[in-house]
């Protein structure tokens, strides 16, 4: 059996194109599930999804209390994946559903453990966007053992042995492209074009993209804390410079120390530093005290199967 993860947030424009299209593809298919993760949505998601159920045998659903975000949605699929293979797919088609046979070929007849979409462009997104991208990628590849390729979607069709894996990392801030890196398996990049979503709007502006690269860099990396330190080393060495400049003028010319404004300015790069520096060390404690409070990924408040996990 095959199943098959849908995270949806306020997707009511896109689904039935999503539906229709994954439906025509899964009927070639073996025996099959699909899990749709209603993240809280407040348009008509659920009851458009509970219609799905109705009439689909194989269609279950969860709905979160609340919005939980995409990384909670994905958890709760894994969680509750019944099948020998499963797949994430994002419901605005920009996921290709027509990708997945192809998948599932790769996977059963050349032995890979998991089949990963990758864009081959980044046509169609805005130039900033793409150029911070770019840079995310590239640092967090060189700081950290979670090996991220460019381009990498959630998009993936894995075997089991991936999703128990994926579930045994229950850490709280969950960054899924290093999650898949960091539990290794062997993976076939596959690539596509581009597509822009079905209908609807992003949920990702710049700036909760931005928070979510941050996000990967804490939890798959100490090289922030590292360079915080040996800043910190490379200031105190500077300053040692500086003061046996000053003590040899002062001995050797008798100069009388001149001006306050260069003074007042080390001041306040110091103080900028080490202000930062605290700020770095903050977001590691920051999500220390979260991991230790132990709060469930995810509450789901209704769903149509009585075996789903409904808190985890
Ligand atoms: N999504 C979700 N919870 C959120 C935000 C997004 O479940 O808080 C889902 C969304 O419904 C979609 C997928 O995650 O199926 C990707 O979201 P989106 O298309 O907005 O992101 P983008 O493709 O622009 O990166
Ligand atoms: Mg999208």
């Known amino acids: 059996m095959i199943s098959i993860i849908v995270p949806c947030f306020n997707e009511a424009e896109a689904l039935p ?30 009851p458009l999804i509970r219609g799905y159920a109705e009439c689909n045998e194989n269609v279950i659903y969860l709905s979160f209390s609340r919005n939980f975000g995409k990384e909670a949605a994905m958890y709760a699929g894994f969680c509750n994946v019944r099948g020998e293979y499963a797949a994430v797919i994002d419901a605005d ?16 007849e050349e032995g890979y453990d998991s089949v990963a979409a990758r864009r081959s462009s980044r046509a169609g997104e805005p130039p900033l ?34 999703v128990d894996a994926i579930v045994e990392m229950g850490e709280y801030n969950r960054f899924s ?12 990049w596959l690539s596509y074009e581009n597509v822009e979503r079905v209908a609807g709007k992003t949920k990702w502006g710049f700036w909760k993209l931005f ?9 798959f990396s100490q090289a922030p804390l590292s360079i915080a330190s040996w800043l910190g080393i490379g200031m105190t060495a500077a300053s040692f410079v500086m003061l046996l400049f000053l003590v040899v003028r002062r001995l050797c010319f008798g100069d009388p120390v001149a001006g306050w404004a ?10 900028g530093m080490q202000l930062s520096n605290i700020g770095i060390m903050g977001q590691y404690i920051a999500k220390m005290y979260m991991e230790s ?15 789903v996990k409904r808190i985890k």
């Open 17 to 46: 194109y999503f539906y229709e299209e994954i439906c025509r593809i899964l009927r070639g298919m073996d025996e099959y599930e699909l899990i749709f993760v209603d993240d809280g949505s407040t348009d008509d998601t659920l």
């Open 93 to 108: 088609m920009q996921d290709p559903p027509g990708l997945l046979p192809e998948m599932l070929r790769i996977i059963k």
């Open 129 to 162: 966007r793409s150029f911070f991208a770019r840079r995310f990628y590239k640092m967090i590849n060189r700081i950290s053992d979670a090996d991220i390729v460019d381009g990498a979607r959630d998009f993936r069709l894995m075997k089991r042995s991936m």
């Open 177 to 188: 492209k290093g999650i898949f890196g960091w539990i290794g398996f062997r993976t076939y």
């Open 211 to 219: 928070g979510y690269a941050v996000d990967g860099i804490i939890n």
């Open 262 to 271: 260069s003074i007042v300015c080390v001041v306040i790069f110091m103080g």
């Open 293 to 307: 409070k132990h709060r469930p990924h995810y509450i789901v408040s209704e769903t149509n199967c009585d075996t």
